[in-house]
């Protein structure tokens, strides 16, 4: 067994297609704020919002890819792109496309079943990434083979990346920070979302995604 860190033979699956899946999730993202900006319509108001329903998790996943302006699609595009490169190096393209895929639609569920909670915006995906990237980095620590000094310290700084983006005040009208996560305890979408990665990297633990068999 090997780590994916480590300079290796890596089959399509796992083979890193020049950050693909990162570039198509920004370009997405950039380009439905740029057809209707902060006027697309709030699909979560048409339906109770108090319950799960596959139309309600069809209209939260929606939601998860729309923006109220251009500063809350680029802060949340900034925090994605470096959360979400990092992960792509190491899962590969396809599967980080298939990992997003379930976060998405994890954290759209978990909003679904949240009493009164509004749904807006990539931060709860993003969330969902800090939660297994937490997770990823203990696993990356624990084993002798990925404690390297590159992935102690690559790590280390997207750790502290993070903690500077809970420490956000607001975000989508004006940019303030709280020396603690104010962000992570005072929004309970983003909570959720957090909450889903560290289910995520407890179900579909980092040495699931991160490694593969030796190829002879």
């Not at 983006?165 to 975000?171: S, V, Y």
């Not at 940019?175 to 983003?190: A, V």
Request: glycine share 8%; charged share 10%; proline share 4%.
């Amino acid at each position: 067994m090997y780590s994916l860190n480590e300079p290796a033979k890596k089959s399509p699956v796992t083979r890193n297609l020049f950050f693909a899946t990162t570039l198509l999730i920004l370009i997405l993202n950039f380009a439905i704020f740029a057809a209707y900006g902060n006027q697309t319509p709030d699909f979560a108001s048409k339906v109770p919002w108090d319950s799960f329903s596959v139309t309600n998790l069809f209209h939260a996943l929606v939601n998860t890819f729309t923006h109220s302006n251009l500063q809350h699609v680029l802060l949340n595009m900034l925090c994605f792109a470096i959360a979400g490169s990092y992960l792509e190096r190491k899962m590969g393209s396809l599967r980080f496309l298939l990992f997003m895929t379930i976060v998405c639609f994890f954290t759209a569920f978990a909003s679904c079943t949240n009493s009164g909670l509004y749904w807006h915006g990539f931060s709860g995906a993003n969330y969902g990434l800090y939660g297994y990237i937490l997770l990823e980095y203990v696993f990356t620590l624990a084993r002798k083979k990925t404690r390297t000094p590159f992935n102690i310290a690559y790590g280390a700084i997207l750790i502290g990346l993070i903690y500077l983006a809970m420490c956000f005040c607001g975000g989508t009208s004006a940019i303030r920070f709280e020396w603690y996560p104010y962000d992570l305890l005072h929004n309970l979408g983003h909570a959720s979302g957090f909450a889903v990665g560290l289910l995520l990297g407890i179900c579909l633990p980092p040495s699931f995604l991160l490694i593969e068999k030796e190829v002879s």
